[in-house]
């Protein structure tokens, strides 16, 4: 990010994520990239968004791989549609409600 920001310009992360079916790995995942970002705002350098990849799960296509990585916060069962929201994604609410990473 420091590098990043001698462009000057604001910095927008997009698409921070991890596949992660059983959401294992996915709730400190964010909890770690989300202390570096607010490390890097502490320091001065403009960050001005931070956006998960992904909210649900998706279509892959780099590679073909279809509906295998699942990268959502929300899972979809892709034959019913049915959405659940995973572990992580109350972690990640409860640290934009809270406004802190911890």
Known sequence: MKR????GKPIYITENGIADVDDLKR???IKEHLKFV??????????RGYFHWSLLDNFEFVEMRGFWPRFGLIEIDHK???RKPRKSF??????????SEN
């Open 80 to 82: 019913t549609l049915e």
């Open 27 to 29: 709730p400190k995942f």
């Open 38 to 47: 607010h490390k890097s705002i502490s320091e001065g350098i403009d960050i």
């Open 90 to 99: 109350y972690e990640y609410k409860k640290i934009i409600a809270e406004n």
């Open 4 to 7: 990043a920001s001698k462009s």
